[in-house]
C-alpha cells in the first residue's frame, strides 16, 4: 500500500516535470480538514484546472489525469506561516540581501508608504523551504523595529509568483516598550506620533505636518495617502504584548475607526474581555511562556485557550522567518496547552486569509486547489507534509536543503560530492 | 623543631606540586527523597535500550534497579502503565542565567566581549539563579545543563553544568564533580565582534593564528609549572632527611606566576577542562581537528555544527560529539546549508555522537520535540531511528559531553535517579513530563503548584490582573 502511494506520488511528480499540469487531480481516501473549526471527514477531493471541483465521500468514479490514494491520511488546506519576511531575507545577517526594513538613511520619522512587497523574490531559497513544509502563504511584513510605523505589507501565496499579493494593505505598528526606549524614549511617544499623524489626516491639512525639532517630517503626503486608504480598506497590525499597551491599541483603533490586529499579545489573556467586546483578532507566539521583557510579566502557555475560551479569534506567529516551518508545532504546543483542535487547524489555514482580507482557503468546491496531505497529525513534530500540491499542481517537493541531503546522504562519493547533482 | 620545618617543607612542597584547592565548589546536596517504584513503565534508558511494561525502582537518590527487586515497605507506588519514563534530559548548550529572562541590558553577561581571548572569565559568575528560565525547563524535563559562555571570543571562558535545582547560588546548582567546559568559537561571530573594531581578528585566518598563539602560551605555561614541579619532587626523591633539598630546590625554583587564562587553556590542553567548539562549517571544524592534533588536546563537541553532516565519518573518527538544532538554519551565511537531517546523520557512522541542544531558553523546554523533530527527519530519508536511539540525543550522548555519563544520562542501577515520567510517548508535541525526578527528589509535578517553583523575580508581578 505503501509502496504503491509512493509510486503514485512519484509518477505525479515526473508528469510535473516532464509535462505542464495535470488538469485534473483526483486525491481519495483523504481525511480531510476543511480549513474551519469542523471535525475532519473521510472524503474524496477533486481537483480540475487548478479549482477544487468537487469534495464528496465517495468520488471513485470520477475521471481524472492523475490519481493519489490518501490511505486515510490528513489533508488540509496549504497552512499560513505566520508573519514572515520570507523572500524579504535571504539570509538573516547578510544584510544586502534583506530588504524587510527601513534604516535610518531615510529621514522622518514614519513612513507608512515603504512597501516591502516592491521588494519580494520569489525566487528566495526560503520559499520552498516552508513550501515543502505544507505552507501556502504568509503574511509579509515590514519588520517590526524601533520605528513606530515600519511599512506596509500583504498576504503573499508560495506559488512561485512575481506579484501573488492578496488581500488587504496591512500597515504594521509598533507601540511596545522597546521601540518606545527608540523613540522619544517612551511608549508614549508612538501614541503622541500617532496621534499627530491620524489628526493630520482628519484635519485634512495641505502639506506635509512638520515637527519643529530638527525639520523632519512626521509624515509625508505619501505617508498620509497610505494611512488614508489602509484606514478605509485596509488593517493596522499593532505590535504590542503588555496588556495597557493592548488597550491603547483598541482604544485609539475605535477613536480613528481603524481595523485592528493584535500581534504578540503574550498579555492578551489579562485584557481578554476587551479584546472581545472590540472583536479583535490577536496573533500569538503560543510557546512564549517567559517573561523575556517588561512587557511580556505575563506571558503564560495557556494564553491561547484562555483566549479562545473568550471568543477571541486567534492566529499563531512564531517570529521565526527562516524557520517558519516551525508553526504547526506552536499550534501544536497551543492545542497540547488547552486549545481545542479544530480551533488550531482554523487558525493555521483559513483564518489568516479571512482576517487579511485573502481568497478563501478551505478545501470547498469552486476554491483554489492549494492542499496538503500528511504523513500524520499535521500539528506533530512527528508527521511531515507527504505531498504540497499548489494551485492544484503536485509540488515537486524539491528545496535547496533537499539537494543537500541528495548530494550528502550517500555513503560513497565517488569523485567527490560536488559530482552528485541531484 | 627540625622536625616542623620537615612537615613545612613537605606541605609546601605538595601545595605546589598539586593543583589549587577547588575553586567556587559545589554546595548541592541532595534532600533525601521518598522511595518510589514505578510499575510497569515503558522505558526508554537513554544508551539505546526500551524496554516496555517494566517496573523501576528509586531510592536513596539512586536508580536501585530496573525489572525486579527488592523495596523498602513505605516506598511510594507510581503506575506507569501507558507512561514512558526517561533519563532527565541534558542540555549541553545554554544561556540560562547569563542571559536571562528578562533581556535587561543590565542582565546580558554571557559574553566579555572586550578581548578575543577571555579564557579566564567563567560562565558561573555571571550566572542569576532567579532566571525563570530554569523552571520552564524543569517542567521540560531538563535535570542538568551546561552554562557556557557565549561566541563573540574566540575563547569565551568556562562553562558550567549545573543540576536543574532551585537555589539562592549557583554553587547550590553545581554538578558535584563535574569537570568545567571551556567555550570557544569559529568563524563569523569573533570575527564579526573584534573585526568591525578594526582589531584582530578580522578574518577566518586570523581566528587560527590567535587560537594557536593561545595554545603555544599554554604549552609554555604547562611547561613550566612540569618544570617546577618536576624540580620540586626530584628535590624530595632526593631529600636528606632534613628536607633542606626540598627547601633548597623551592626557594631556587620561583613557582610560576599563576595566570588565570593559562589555568583554563592548560587545563584543556591536560583534558580537565572539556572543549566545546561553537563551530559551523564543515571546513572550519576540519580545520579546527587539525589544530587539535598540533597542540595535543580532544575537541569534545563542535556545538551547532549546522554542516556536520558533511563531515559525520570524521567526527566519529574523532570521537567529537555535534551539539546540534533540529531545524535553525538561514540566520547568518555559515548556518546557510542547514538541513533537517544533520542530526540523523551525524548519529548514522559507527561511533557517532549526536546531541541535540538548544542554545535557547524555549529550546531547553521542549527537547523531547526537538529530538522528534531530527528523528522523523532520519526516519524519511531512510534512516530507521526507533525511540530509544533518538533519546541518546538528549540523555546519554549530552551526559558524555559533558563527561558527568558515568553518574547520569541513563537508567541503569547504581546512577544517579535523574528521570522524567512522560505522560505518553515523549516524540510528540503533545508529550508532557509529569514528573521530574533528580537525584530520586520529585522536583516537578504537572499541576501541582507546591512541585512548580517560581524564581523571586516572578513573585507579585501582575498584583491586580484578572486571572
Known sequence: MKIKRLLMVLLGSLLLGSTSQAASLLITNGLVFTGDDTPPNQLDILIEDGLIEAVASDLSTAEADQLIDAAGRPVTPALFAGIT????????????????????????????????????????????????????????????????????????????????????????????????????????????LLE???????????????????????????????????????????????????????????????????????????????????????????????????????????????????????????????????????????????LPYEVAIAAMTSLPAEIFGGKPRMIAPGLRADVVIWSGDPLDVSSAADQVIIDGKLDPMTSRQTELLQRYLPTEAGLGRAYINP | MRHLICVLVALLASLAARAQPEAFPSTYVAPAGQPVLFK???????????????????????????????????????????????????????????????????????????????????????????????????????????????????????????????????????????????????????????????????????????????????????????????????????????????????????????????????????????????????????????????????????????????IADELAENGVCGALWADWWGFKIEAYDGIQENIALVDRPAGGCAIVHSDSDEGIQRLNQEAAKAMLRGNRAGLDIPPERAIRWITYNAAKSLGVHEQTGSIESGKMADMVLWNQDPFSVYAKPMQVYIDGVLRYEENNPSLSPQSDFELGQLIGAKR
Open chain 1, 85 to 192: 519576511v520570507a523572500g524579504l531575507s535571504e539570509i538573516g545577517m547578510v544584510y544586502e540581501a534583506v530588504d524587510s526594513r527601513l534604516n535610518e538613511l531615510y529621514t522622518g520619522l514614519m513612513h507608512p508608504e515603504f512597501d516591502v512587497r516592491k521588494a519580494y523574490n520569489p525566487l528566495s531559497s526560503v520559499i520552498p523551504v516552508t513550501r515543502i513544509e505544507g505552507y501556502g502563504y504568509t503574511l509579509l511584513a515590514a519588520a517590526f523595529g524601533d520605528r513606530t510605523i515600519s511599512g506596509q505589507g500583504s498576504l503573499v501565496r508560495f506559488d512561485g509568483g512575481f506579484d501573488s499579493f492578496e488581500g488587504q494593505t496591512i500597515v504594521f505598528v509598533n507601540v511596545d516598550g522597546y521601540s518606545g526606549s527608540k523613540v522619544g524614549g517612551s511608549r508614549a511617544a508612538h501614541w503622541m
Open chain 1, 196 to 338: 499627530t499623524a491620524f489628526s493630520s489626516l482628519t484635519t485634512q491639512q495641505g502639506n506635509g505636518l512638520w515637527l519643529t525639532h530638527n525639520e523632519h517630517p512626521l509624515i509625508n503626503q505619501t505617508g498620509r495617502a497610505t494611512l488614508e486608504n489602509a484606514r478605509e480598506n485596509g488593517i493596522f497590525v499593532f505590535r504590542a504584548n503588555r496588556a495597557s499597551d493592548i488597550l491603547q491599541a483598541l482604544a485609539f483603533s475605535q477613536q480613528h475607526h481603524l481595523n485592528a490586529v493584535i500581534s504578540g499579545g503574550q498579555e492578551a489573556w489579562i485584557v481578554r474581555e476587551e479584546l472581545a467586546a472590540s472583536g479583535t483578532p490577536v496573533v500569538i507566539n503560543a510557546l512564549d511562556n517567559l517573561p523575556g521583557s517588561f512587557d511580556g510579566l505575563g506571558a503564560r502557555l495557556d494564553n491561547a485557550a484562555l483566549l479562545h475560551e473568550a471568543d477571541i479569534t486567534l492566529l499563531f506567529t512564531s517570529g521565526e522567518t527562516h524557520n517558519a516551518r516551525k508553526l504547526r508545532q506552536v499550534a501544536g504546543n497551543a492545542v497540547a496547552n488547552g
Open chain 2, 40 to 310: 510497569n513503565a515503558t522505558i526508554l534508558t537513554g544508551n539505546g535500550r526500551r524496554l516496555d511494561e517494566t517496573d523501576l525502582y528509586v531510592a536513596e537518590g539512586r536508580i536501585q534497579w530496573v525489572g525486579k527487586g527488592e523495596i523498602v515497605s513505605d516506598a511510594t507506588e507510581v503506575d506507569a502503565s501507558d507512561r514512558w519514563i526517561t533519563p532527565g534530559l541534558i542540555d549541553v548548550h545554554s544561556h540560562l542565567g547569563v542571559y536571562p529572562s528578562p533581556g535587561v541590558a543590565a542582565h546580558s553577561d554571557g559574553n566579555e566581549a572586550t578581548a578575543p581571548v577571555t579564557a579566564e572569565v567563567w560562565a558561573e559568575h555571571s550566572v542569576w539563579p532567579q532566571d525563570p528560565g530554569f523552571s520552564r525547563a524543569l517542567a521540560g524535563g531538563v535535570t542538568a545543563m551546561q552554562i557556557l559562555p557565549g561566541s563573540a571570543n574566540l575563547f569565551g571562558g568556562r562553562g558550567v553544568t549545573l543540576k536543574n535545582v532551585p537555589s539562592i547560588s549557583y554553587q547550590g546548582m553545581k554538578f558535584p564533580g563535574a569537570p568545567h567546559g571551556l567555550k570557544m568559537a569559529c568563524g563569523e561571530n569573533p570575527k564579526r565582534v573584534y573585526g568591525g573594531r578594526t582589531q584582530a581578528p578580522s578574518t577566518r585566518m586570523g581566528n587560527v593564528a590567535a587560537y594557536r598563539s593561545a595554545w603555544i602560551r599554554a604549552q609554555r605555561y604547562q611547561a613550566d609549572w612540569d618544570r617546577y614541579n618536576q624540580a620540586v619532587k626530584d628535590a624530595a626523591a632526593a631529600d636528606d632527611s632534613s628536607g633542606a633539598s626540598v627547601a633548597s630546590a623551592l626557594l631556587t625554583n620561583t613557582p610560576p606566576r599563576r595566570n588565570l587564562e593559562l589555568d583554563t587553556l592548560a587545563g584543556a590542553l591536560r583534558g580537565d577542562i572539556l572543549v566545546h567548539m561553537h563551530c559551523y562549517r564543515a571546513d572550519e571544524m576540519l580545520t579546527i581537528l587539525d589544530m587539535a592534533k598540533e597542540f595535543g588536546y580532544r575537541v569534545g563537541t563542535f556545538h551547532h555544527g549546522v554542516e556536520a553532516y558533511k
